[in-house]
């Protein structure tokens, strides 16, 4: 069965790093496209990224773009986000979730992880 | 930005009744639509893709359909288990949106 765990949350400060990975099981990594999705404290939904599935091209939302990075490695099967510069609303729980399409992303998601909060304060 | 307006904000209603839920979208979208059910505590979970494609698992008890850009999920005969935050979402205009949310609840 398909499994997402995602790892690497905290406190952090604001203007400092951190990097999230999600470990994925239970179906060929590198033939999907991989998005990370996040969910403020009693808010919604909001899409962060989305990597192709072998990594040739990556897309952004504009209240991440410059300071986040979205990467993958297919021969460990674990998608990353690093985060830079972080913000007080970065604060979020951050989802790994599987794009349902193979090869050619569709831009919905069909499997979701777990979850990895991050908390910006000072 | 194509922006999503669910209504209403929250359903009570009773085991056996039918749920409606809607979701507008602020441009077209062709068919580029999802829903996702979400309890506390827990990951999203995908119900419906393609405006009206239950995924897999998923009870036809759960129908979406689409007209323009108006979506609807319907529940046809709630159970107590599907209490939870129900939204929708575009994949059809970058960047991919959501919804506000819809809670829904069982009597």
């Known amino acids: 069965q398909v499994q997402l765990v995602e790892s690497g949350g905290g406190v952090v400060q604001p203007g400092r790093s951190l990097r999230l990975s999600c470990a994925a099981s239970g179906f060929t990594f590198r033939s999907y496209g991989m998005h990370w999705v996040r969910q403020a404290p009693g808010k919604g939904l909001e899409w962060v990224a989305v990597?192709?599935?072998?990594?040739?091209?990556?897309d952004y939302a504009d209240s991440v773009k410059g300071r986040f990075t979205i990467s993958r490695d297919n021969s460990k099967n674990t998608l990353y986000l690093q985060m830079d510069s972080l913000r007080a609303e970065d604060t979020a729980m951050y989802y790994c979730?599987?794009?349902?399409?193979?090869?050619?992303?569709?831009?919905?998601?069909?499997?979701w992880g777990q979850g990895s909060l991050v908390s910006v304060s000072t | 930005e194509t922006v999503l307006t669910q209504s209403p904000g929250t359903l009570s209603l009773s085991p056996g009744e039918r749920a409606t839920l809607s979701c507008r979208a602020s441009q077209t979208v062709g068919s580029y639509f999802a829903w996702y059910q979400q309890k506390p505590g827990q990951a999203p979970r995908l119900l419906i893709s393609d405006a009206s494609i239950r995924a897999t698992g998923i009870p036809d008890r759960f129908s979406g359909s689409r007209s323009g850009t108006d979506f609807t999920l319907t529940i046809s005969r709630l159970e107590p288990k599907d209490s939870g935050v129900y939204y929708c979402?575009?994949?059809?205009?970058?960047?991919?949106?959501f919804g506000q949310g819809t809670k829904v609840e069982i009597k």
């Open positions: 990597i192709l599935y072998d990594g040739s091209n990556t």
């Open positions: 979402h575009q994949y059809g205009s970058s960047p991919w949106t």
């Open positions: 979730a599987k794009d349902a399409g193979w090869e050619r992303p569709r831009n919905y998601f069909d499997y």
